[in-house]
């Protein structure tokens, strides 16, 4: 079955870096826009990032220039590097598979989920 697992989570101070990483298994990678999405409490789930096979990426406005987007192929993986992390940041980060050739938005799009990994930012 597909699985996706997301790592690198953790606390870090306002200005800081994280760069989580999304394993995937079971599903043929390449054919899949693989996402980034995070949700804080009380909040919907928001896109943050995606990338196309190609390695062709889009970001929501608030995380343009701060964060950035890869994926490696051969590997099954993805990554989000985050630097100049803000508060506002703080959320339960997931990584997501949409069997598709075009980037959505809408977490309803997409087929496969991880469990989440959580960042928090201190002020």
């Known amino acids: 079955q597909v699985q996706l697992v997301e790592s690198g989570g953790g606390l870090v101070q306002a200005g800081g870096s994280l760069r989580l990483s999304c394993a995937a298994s079971g599903l043929t990678f390449d054919r899949y826009v693989m996402g980034w999405f995070r949700q804080a409490p009380g909040s919907e789930r928001e896109f943050v990032a995606a990338?196309?096979?190609?390695?062709?990426?889009s970001y929501t406005d608030s995380v343009k220039g701060r964060f950035t987007i890869s994926r490696d192929n051969p590997k099954n993986t993805m990554y989000l590097q985050m630097n100049s992390l803000k508060p506002e940041d703080t959320a339960v980060y997931f990584c997501a598979a949409d069997r598709t050739i075009i980037v959505h938005t809408n977490p309803a799009a997409y087929d496969y989920w991880g469990q989440g990994t959580q960042v928090t930012v201190s002020s």
């Open positions: 990338v196309l096979w190609s390695g062709r990426a």
